[in-house]
């Protein structure tokens, strides 16, 4: 009998990320806030810190704002390169 193995994806927000892109979420511009709730619409409960890092680190979306009022958007439009 052959067992087969189970390949497990982690979730991140960085790698979760370009999925709420690619539906054109960030055609408006958005607050972490906002972002944090989308993920969970997916089932995905990330902390307020690793969001902002992972908005802060995505060359796709820009920052615009300070302090509590950063708010973010596309960069350019998706191009899915399949």
């Known amino acids: ?3 087969e193995k189970i390949k497990r994806v982690t979730k991140t ?3 979760e990320l370009p999925a709420i892109w690619e539906r054109g979420f960030f055609k408006e511009w ?3 806030g906002e972002v944090s709730t989308e993920f969970s619409k997916s089932g995905c409960h990330f902390s307020a810190s690793a969001v ?3 908005l802060k680190r995505a060359s796709f979306i820009t920052r615009r704002g300070k302090g509590s009022n950063i708010r973010y958007a596309k960069t350019y439009p998706f191009e899915n390169k399949n």
């Open 1 to 3: 009998m052959i067992k």
């Open 13 to 15: 927000p960085t790698t």
């Open 30 to 32: 958005r607050s972490a």
């Open 52 to 54: 902002s890092n992972a």
